[in-house]
C-alpha cells in the first residue's frame, strides 16, 4: 500500500450527542517521489524556528571498506560514499552520493541535498521538510509520534522496495517538532497494527471560528471541522493536561474515537 492509503482522520467529534464534524487529515504529501517531491526549485526557509536535536543519523562512509548496496546505502548506518557525504535520491530510485547538508530531522528544507546524512528533503513546494529514512520503526528515534510508514513512490506506480520515511513527531495543539508555518496533524492506520501517528502538515492562517474549505486553511494548532454551523478552524487542546489550550469558557473535549499519541489524549476546544 501507499502512504496516501494508510493516511486517514483518525476521528470525529461529537457535540451535545448528536452534531458530529470530521477531524481533517490534512495532508501528508502522499506518494513521495525521491526525484518530484524535492526536486521542485523551492525556496523554503532554513530558520525554522524549531530547535535542532539529535537525529540519532550515523552516517558509515563505507571508506576502507566494502558496501552491500550500489553505489551506496540510503538506511543508516548509511554507506559507499566518502567522507562528508550522504546517500541521497536524486529521481526516482537513483541514488548518489553528495556533500550532505545541513538541515536536521524536521526541518525545513530547499534541494536533494539540503539534509544531513540519512534524511531526506521531502514534501511540496514551501512545506517540505527533512525527514528521516527507515525500514521499520526502530529506525524511527522521534519519539511516539514518529513510525517508519511513508513509502516512497518509484515513479511508476509503485513504492521504492525496502525504504521508508519516519513520519515527524510533533505537537498538534502547538505545532511544536513542525518547521514554522506547518501544522501537526494525528493520523492513522486503516489496517495492520491501526497505529496512530503524527506529521507535518501545510497550515494558513484562520484562527479559532475562521471559516474554512479544509485543514489547509487553518493556523497550526487548529483542523477544520462543523460544530453545527457550518465548517470553521476549531482549536486542538491536549486531553490528558485539561486543556490548557482552551478559552476561560471552553472545554477539551475527547474525539468521538479517542485521539491518543504515546499515551497522550489529544482533543478539540468547544
Known amino acids: 500500500m501507499t502512504a496516501a492509503a494508510l493516511l486517514v482522520p483518525l476521528a470525529s467529534c461529537a457535540r451535545g450527542g448528536s452534531?458530529?464534524?470530521a477531524m481533517d487529515s490534512g495532508v501528508i504529501p502522499p506518494g513521495l517521489d525521491g526525484g518530484t517531491a524535492q526536486d521542485t526549485g523551492m525556496t523554503g526557509p532554513t530558520d525554522t524556528g524549531v530547535g535542532p536535536r539529535d537525529t540519532?543519523?550515523?552516517?558509515?562512509?563505507?571508506?576502507?571498506?566494502?558496501?552491500?548496496?550500489?553505489?551506496c546505502r540510503l538506511l543508516p548506518p548509511q554507506c559507499g560514499c566518502p567522507a562528508g557525504q550522504g546517500c541521497y535520491l536524486t529521481g526516482g530510485t537513483e541514488r548518489t552520493c553528495a556533500t550532505q547538508g545541513p538541515e536536521r530531522e524536521g526541518q525545513a528544507c530547499s534541494g536533494v541535498?539540503?539534509?544531513?546524512a540519512g534524511l531526506l528533503c521531502a514534501g511540496s513546494a514551501g512545506a517540505a521538510f527533512c525527514s528521516?529514512?527507515?525500514n521499520s520503526d526502530a529506525d524511527c528515534t522521534?519519539?511516539?509520534g514518529s513510525i517508519c510508514i511513508i513509502e516512497l513512490s518509484d515513479g511508476m506506480g509503485g513504492s521504492i522496495p525496502g525504504v521508508r520515511l519516519c513520519s515527524a513527531q510533533c505537537v498538534p495543539p502547538t505545532a511544536n517538532g513542525c518547521p514554522t508555518g506547518m501544522a501537526c496533524s494525528i493520523f492513522g492506520e486503516t489496517d495492520g497494527a491501526m497505529r496512530?501517528?503524527?506529521?507535518?502538515?501545510?497550515?494558513?492562517t484562520g484562527g479559532t471560528g475562521a471559516s474554512c474549505v479544509d485543514s489547509e486553511d487553518c493556523s497550526p494548532g487548529h483542523f477544520c471541522g462543523d460544530p453545527g454551523t457550518g465548517d470553521e478552524c476549531i482549536r486542538l487542546c491536549t486531553v490528558s493536561t485539561g486543556g490548557p489550550e482552551c478559552g476561560a469558557f471552553e472545554d477539551c473535549n475527547s474525539f468521538s474515537d479517542p485521539a491518543i499519541v504515546g499515551g497522550t489524549e489529544y482533543g478539540f476546544c468547544f
Open 19 to 21: 452534531d458530529r464534524m
Open 196 to 204: 496512530t501517528f503524527t506529521g507535518c502538515t501545510p497550515a494558513g
Open 132 to 134: 528521516r529514512f527507515c
Open 142 to 144: 522521534g519519539g511516539p
Open 56 to 71: 540519532g543519523v550515523v552516517s558509515d562512509t563505507g571508506v576502507g571498506g566494502s558496501c552491500s548496496e550500489t553505489p
Open 113 to 116: 541535498t539540503a539534509c544531513q
